[in-house]
């Protein structure tokens, strides 16, 4: 039982466009959520985080939403730009372990010049 | 500051030999996870340490993964025997205490199993 999904595998986007990577969730008790960017070769880096008691959270480019009624976060990359070009995974956690991390499969995210 | 070292960072072996892996987490990180991260799919937690002691170990297969974190800094997985199934990439990750959310990963060791 998959509990952090990620539907997309791939997308691909224009630069200069808008690039939203989806997550769907399952078990209730998460309640903190992590975007990580994964480079080829590399391991994942984070890339930015959103609680449970907000819907919004922005850096720059990104911003991940957080709708907990349909247990669903996505990131949005305005713009995108093909450095972007990398495995998205979402992440979550529960409170009672905060190291604990459960990962979705990840979505390829290509960004075309 | 340095990051998250770990060797080899590619590995083959065949199958029902033993294979181990290392990890150096960021200096002063208490907490330290090990990952197995099969192709298409995200990381797995395996094991899950605070200094030299096991948090959470659920998901590691213990009839034949192995890992210690004796003097709380580096540590080290075993697998042996090792099965075809078993083909993956093993990241390590610290982050600075049990509570901390972000998690700091290294480039993975990818093991083939023949």
């Known amino acids: 039982d998959q509990q952090v999904k990620q539907n997309s595998p791939s997308l691909s986007v224009q630069e200069g466009r808008i690039s939203i990577l989806n997550c769907d969730y399952t078990?209730?008790?998460?309640?903190?959520f992590l975007w990580y960017k994964k480079y080829p070769a590399e391991g994942p880096t984070f890339l930015i985080s959103?609680?449970?008691?907000?819907d919004k959270n922005e850096d720059g480019r990104f911003t991940v939403f957080l709708n907990k009624s349909a247990k669903h976060l996505s990131l949005h990359i305005v713009p995108s730009q093909p450095g972007d070009s990398a495995v998205y995974f979402c992440?979550?956690?529960?409170?009672?372990?905060?190291?604990?991390?459960?990962f979705g499969d990840g979505t390829t995210l290509t960004v075309k010049p | 500051e340095a990051g998250v070292a770990q060797s080899p960072r590619y590995k083959i072996i065949e199958k029902r030999q033993s294979v181990a892996f290392w990890c150096n987490p960021i200096?002063?990180?208490?907490?330290l996870y090990w990952y197995q991260q099969i192709l298409g799919q995200g990381p797995k937690l395996l094991i899950q340490?605070?200094?030299?002691?096991?948090?959470?170990d659920s998901q590691l297969p213990k009839d034949r993964f192995s890992a210690e974190r004796l003097k709380g800094v580096d540590s080290t997985l075993k697998i042996q025997p090792a099965k075809l199934e078993d083909s993956a990439v093993y990241l390590c990750?610290?982050?600075?205490?049990?509570?901390?959310?972000?998690?700091?990963f290294g480039p993975g060791t990818r093991l083939t199993v023949t």
């Open positions: 990750a610290s982050s600075l205490r049990l509570t901390s959310y972000e998690q700091y």
């Open positions: 078990n209730s008790m998460f309640d903190y």
């Open positions: 959103i609680s449970s008691i907000k």
């Open positions: 992440a979550a956690r529960e409170g009672t372990n905060a190291g604990k991390s459960t």
């Open positions: 200096s002063g990180h208490a907490t």
């Open positions: 340490f605070q200094n030299n002691g096991v948090v959470d």
